[in-house]
């Protein structure tokens, strides 16, 4: 199983970016997807959640009102569209997939089996 996430870069204050990430999973649309980050000096934080077989969408409040996040099962792919960036928003953003994750838990980074490599965000002010 292959997690490939991509779409990172440095945007200033204010900026959009769309990351993405390839999942090589059989099923696809049964499988919950994650994104999480983790900037210099603190723990995995978690960002937003997609519930598979057409369940909903989970943000930290954080990041409500500006990031959304989506998937195109025909394509094996999720996105977190990130927008109006702020410098605290710097960080590696990672992408996650777990195959039985109940509601409770998909803000734990302990419920995902499978984890990408992770992509940079840098936001400069």
């Known amino acids: 199983v292959q997690l490939q996430a991509s779409g990172g870069g440095s945007v200033q204050a204010g900026g959009s970016l769309r990351l993405s990430c390839v999942a090589s999973l059989q099923t696809f649309s049964r499988w919950t997807f994650g994104w999480f980050r983790q900037s210099v000096g603190k723990e995995r934080e978690f960002v937003a959640a997609?519930?598979?077989?057409?369940?909903?969408?989970y943000y930290a409040d954080s990041v409500k009102g500006r990031f959304t996040i989506s998937r195109d099962n025909n394509k094996n792919t999720v996105y977190l569209q990130i927008s109006n960036l702020r410098p605290g928003d710097t960080a590696v953003y990672y992408c996650?997939?777990?195959?039985?994750?109940?509601?409770?838990?998909?803000?734990?980074?302990?419920?995902?089996?499978?984890w990408g490599q992770g992509t940079q965000v840098t936001v400069s002010s």
């Open positions: 997609y519930r598979g077989n057409g369940g909903t969408t």
């Open positions: 996650a997939a777990g195959s039985r994750i109940i509601v409770t838990s998909v803000r734990s980074a302990a419920s995902y089996d499978y």
